[in-house]
């Protein structure tokens, strides 16, 4: 079952002023003293319906649940060990957290959970479709209100049920505090006294940490390490479900890594092409798909599974997981596909899946029991035609949310 956060819920102090932006460092050869993993949340529910989502408390999907236990994967293959983990009070980074530390056997790990961590505040256009939104406004107003640093969407009202103050576990959070939406500046403001505050102590003392949280949470704290500029920082994209490690040295001035891009002196965990995939995605999200070549993502993603080979693989249904090799999951596909036309149904999925759960009970004693409505839902997120079929890079897609 997916474990409750474990941890201790921080209230609201007078936040300390945020520290000026450190200068980044370049030297490789600097000795670390302390890590930090940042991780963004999987695919949600409403991300999924293609909805503005903010600080609407909405839950992972089954995709979701695959990318958090496919950044497990990843933590786990580097050895990747936390001393303590920082989340938000938002549930699908709180479940992707949850997922990671299940997974990576790291369940003991003491969970800080606190609402500055949270995505930014979308106002009013909480709970709105992106597409139906940019038709009324116009493309261009909704890409403004999305993506640039300083400029707010309009304020939520009282009366919305996604206004925070009807809340109740922000009742100890002063009203002045709650945002009625927010830029990224804004979100910035609100993130980092927590980041000051109660994150950076842990890596003056050379620990681990994990932090859990969203895109613009996110990239609040990367502007502040790397001394990110603000035309550059609305363009950063922050892929779902991959791990982004940085190495700091004593005075928390982040140590480069040899495979890091222009902006950030951390890594993405993982291939690659696959994680250019992911960021072509997540910015393709931002102009209402309008530029979005599905072909091409799907294209890289196959070229990126050619390499892995037979790798292991986590995979998560329901509230189990299992491990399993890219050439299981062939053989799986195979034992479905009986025109042997490389593409698979909707029910020849859930075939597919019914043999999973028996390997689910005989590891883990617990039975895998898909619905209709889980496997519709795994085909929806991965069906770039929409013909109901999809093929085996599809299929690992859905499986394992490379």
């Given amino acids: 079952m997916w474990l ?33 993993v940042f991780l963004r949340h999987g695919q949600s529910t409403w991300n999924e319906a293609s909805l503005f989502t903010g600080w609407a408390n909405v839950e992972l999907t089954t995709l979701g649940k695959n990318e958090a236990a496919s950044a497990a994967t990843l933590l786990w293959k580097e050895g990747h060990v936390f001393d303590v983990a920082f989340t938000s009070l938002l549930k699908r980074a709180q479940q992707t957290l949850d997922i990671v530390l299940q997974i990576t056997g790291q369940e003991d790990v003491p969970v ?50 996604y206004w925070p103050a009807n809340d109740n576990k922000y009742s100890n959070i002063a009203m002045k505090d709650i945002p009625r939406s927010e830029c990224l500046a804004d979100t910035i403001d609100r993130t980092l006294p927590y980041w000051e505050s109660t994150i950076v102590p842990a890596l003056k003392r050379g620990k681990t940490v994990l932090v859990a949280a969203h895109g613009n949470s996110i990239r609040g704290m990367l502007k502040h390490i790397d001394g990110i500029s603000n035309d550059d920082i ?28 222009d902006l950030l002196s951390g890594v993405f965990l993982g291939d690659a092409a696959a994680v250019a995939a992911k960021q072509a995605k997540v ?37 189990g997981c299992l491990m399993l090799s890219t050439s299981e999951m062939r053989k799986a596909f195979d034992e479905v596909d009986e025109s042997g036309s490389g593409l698979i149904s909707a029910a020849q999925l859930k ?52």
Avoid at 143 to 154: G, V
Avoid at 367 to 395: T, W
């Fill in 234 to 261: 609305v363009g950063l994209e922050i892929p779902t479900g991959v791990p982004l490690v940085y190495q700091l040295d004593a005075e928390l001035c982040p140590i480069k890594h040899a495979k890091a891009g």
């Fill in 112 to 161: 800080h959970e606190n609402w500055r961590l949270n995505e930014r505040m979308y106002g009013a256009l909480t709970g709105l479709n992106k597409k139906e939104t940019a038709e009324k406004y116009g493309a261009a107003q909704v890409k403004e209100w999305r993506r640039s640093f300083d400029t707010p969407p309009p304020p939520i009202e009282d009366s919305s049920p």
């Fill in 4 to 36: 409750p956060t474990t941890g201790t819920s921080t209230s609201s102090p007078s936040w300390p002023a945020a520290a000026p932006t450190r200068t980044r460092r370049i030297e490789l050869s600097a000795a670390p003293h302390s890590t930090v």
């Fill in 283 to 319: 910015a393709a999200e931002s102009v209402a798909r309008s530029n979005y070549d599905a072909e091409e993502e799907k294209n890289t993603l196959k070229e990126a599974l050619e390499e892995e080979g037979s790798e292991m693989q986590f995979m998560c249904f329901g509230s």
């Fill in 351 to 402: 075939m597919a899946c019914d043999k999973y759960g028996g390997i689910l009970a005989e590891s883990e004693g617990e039975q895998l029991d898909m619905s209709d409505e889980d496997i519709e839902q795994m085909i929806k997120a991965v069906d770039r035609n929409g013909d109901g079929m999809i093929d085996f890079e599809e299929y690992v897609q859905a499986l394992t949310a490379m």
